[in-house]
């Protein structure tokens, strides 16, 4: 396999996850707001979800273009790093 496919792989398998947690905080927010579970249970269910913050770590707080920008550049994906490098820019200036 290339460089490239292991990348995209990476990248899927990341964003699936992190989209599988983030909806499964919104259920549990929505079940606290129409009183099916209280502010308790609500906390014990949110708190247990901590592979959402090592995924982020990994994304380097949540950006994930930053980390496929420097991946590209590893895997000499030179148009994808020039088209990710704005996204790069972009959340560098937005951080400061």
Same mark, same amino acid.
Do not use: H, W
């Given at each position: 396999m290339? %460089? *490239? +496919?292991?990348?995209?792989?990476? *990248? /899927?398998?990341d =964003? ?21 579970? =209280?502010?308790? @249970? ?5 708190? @247990? ?15 994930? @273009?930053?980390?496929? $920008? =420097? +991946? $590209? ?7 994808? /790093?020039?088209? /990710?490098? %704005? ?10």
């Amino acid at each position: 396999m290339s %460089m *490239a +496919a292991l990348l995209f792989g990476f *990248a /899927m398998v990341d =964003n699936i996850l992190l989209l599988f947690i983030s909806v499964y905080n919104i259920i549990t927010l929505s079940d606290l707001e129409i009183d099916i579970i =209280n502010v308790r @249970q609500a906390c014990s269910k949110l708190n @247990q979800v901590n592979p959402r913050v090592d995924l982020n770590i990994i994304q380097l707080n949540n950006t994930k @273009q930053i980390t496929f $920008c =420097n +991946a $590209c550049t590893i895997s000499i994906q030179t148009k994808t /790093m020039l088209l /990710m490098s %704005m996204l790069y820019v972009y959340y560098l200036n937005k951080e400061l």
